[in-house]
């Protein structure tokens, strides 16, 4: 997998986590931050995934990939469910890293190679 090489330690140390479960998402947070604008789930859920608006926090620590997923997919209560045709696989695999990229305050400094 290209991962390490197409990303570079840097990016690879913000985006720990990155690759719940071995890289089912091999998937861009720089992509996934202009697919969530896009989508308009900030507007419920908080630029930084924050909540606080409409739609509870997403980040940091988002739930597991499976279950946003479905979620997205499948929800059925306040939040509108958000099939393929309007959001590619592609872009919620963005999404998702892009909400997993975001971090938890002072978590940097347990990261050694941030602290380089
Ligand atoms: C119209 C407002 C609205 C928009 C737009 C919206 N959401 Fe939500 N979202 C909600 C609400 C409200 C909930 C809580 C729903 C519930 O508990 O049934 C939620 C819940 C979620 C959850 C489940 C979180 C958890 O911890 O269980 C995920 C994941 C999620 N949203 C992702 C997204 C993504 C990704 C987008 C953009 C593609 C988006 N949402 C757009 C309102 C919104």
């Known amino acids: ?3 390490v090489r197409a990303f570079g330690p840097a990016a690879l140390a913000a985006g720990l986590g990155l690759l719940p479960g071995g890289g089912a998402f091999a998937a861009s ?5 202009a697919a969530y604008v896009q989508h308009g789930c900030w507007q419920c859920h908080g630029f930084q995934g924050q909540g606080g608006v409409a739609g509870k926090a997403l980040a940091p620590d988002p739930i597991a990939a499976e279950a946003f997923t479905a979620f997205v997919r499948g929800s059925n209560g306040p939040m509108p469910p958000y099939p393929e045709k309007i959001l590619s696989n592609d872009d919620l695999a963005d999404i998702y890293a892009y909400l997993q990229s975001i971090p938890k305050p002072a978590d940097h400094k347990s990261i050694p190679l941030l602290n380089q």
């Open 29 to 33: 947070a720089e992509k996934g931050k």
């Open 1 to 3: 997998m290209g991962f």
